[in-house]
């Protein structure tokens, strides 16, 4: 009879409705999710303020006291140490001065590529939903501001997820989590008190050190050094997403610098290879596994060459790379 056919395409109906609502959901979400970010990343360069925060990793706290302002010059910035060294670092644009009263010391360097804080996340979202999922996580305070929770998880095991909080007035991030392959924080950041300010008097951005009779260090500039004789490397295997990063490459600080040293990165998370000379059984070479915090190393040597990978990934991660790495001459 004609009435049988109804219900079927009915429940036909439904289910591909039903099919179609979490794809578009998805999608409207994901939108949603990329401007949080973007303006996230525009409130790290536009917004003053004044705040608190503290890092842990391991078990290990220090709080720092952060005043930030925005000048037609650049970005200016001062670090204060609140765990008794009294250690402060001034940002100007893009020189850095790190004031060292524990070594008696001023370090004064060009663009130096710390940790930045808060924390950024260069992020195009469409390159990189093919292994991470992105999702809303509610709302909750931080610091008395109210926050937009949102997560970012890994689809395989080579990669750590983030928990950010996003004021939602200004956009500023005010707590993160590195997440670790059980879901748990490993390393964590959170504003415990902050205040956007209009402006920010010039007295805010002097440091407090008295730096009379220190020692003044000039970074050296990286040089950039021909590497024709050197051999050529090859990573045999990297996780699906991550290529060479030749932006941040350049922005590494520079010392006793190896043979060759390579950036990877899947727009989120990055690795470093590190290629020497093997200077024999060197005991500073690493052999093996090291972890602090989010960050994991591995080492091995590598006929005449020591290879040592070092990234904010699982410690798979930098074990399968580093196993990867072959060279010719």
Not at 73 to 95: A, P
Not at 292 to 302: E, F, K
Request: hydrophobic share 35%; charged share 25%; aromatic share 8%.
């Amino acid at each position: 009879s004609m009435s049988s056919s109804k219900p079927i395409k009915f429940q036909s109906l439904l289910l591909s409705l039903s099919l179609a609502l979490p794809v578009a959901a998805f999608a409207a979400q994901l939108e949603e999710v990329q401007a949080w970010l973007e303006k996230m990343q525009r409130a790290a360069h536009t917004v003053n303020y004044d705040g608190t925060f503290v890092y842990g990793q391991q078990g290990h706290l220090s709080s720092m006291r952060i005043i930030h302002r925005v000048t037609p010059q650049g970005e200016q910035e001062r670090l204060i140490s609140m765990d008794g060294t009294g250690r402060e670092v001034i940002r100007d644009g893009n020189t850095v001065t790190c004031f060292l009263p524990d070594s008696n010391a001023v370090v004064v360097e060009k663009s130096r590529q710390t940790k930045k804080f808060p924390p950024e996340f260069p992020m195009k979202i469409d390159e990189l939903k093919d292994f991470y999922t992105f999702s809303l996580a509610g709302n909750s305070r931080v610091a008395g501001h109210i926050t937009q929770g949102i997560k970012i998880l890994p689809k395989d095991r080579y990669r750590y997820g983030h928990h950010l909080w996003i004021e939602k007035n200004t956009g500023l991030l005010l707590k993160t989590h590195l997440l670790n392959e059980q879901g748990e924080p490993i390393e964590q950041f959170v504003f415990s008190q902050v205040t956007f300010l209009d402006d920010v008097s010039d007295d805010k951005l002097v440091t407090a050190v008295n730096s009379e009779g220190f020692t003044w260090y000039e970074a050296k500039e990286s040089s950039d050094k021909k590497e024709d004789d050197h051999p050529d490397l090859n990573v045999a295997w990297l996780p699906g997403g991550f290529k060479e990063d030749m932006a941040r490459m350049q922005k590494m600080p520079t010392g006793g610098m190896p043979v060759k040293h390579m950036v990877f990165s899947d727009g989120l998370s990055s690795v470093s290879v590190f290629f020497e000379e093997g200077i024999e059984h060197d005991p500073a070479n690493l052999v093996g596994g090291s972890r602090m915090g989010g960050i994991n190393a591995h080492g091995r040597s590598l006929g005449d060459y020591h290879v040592t990978v070092v990234g904010e990934v699982p410690h798979v991660t930098v074990q399968k790379i580093c196993e990867a790495v072959t060279y010719t001459n």
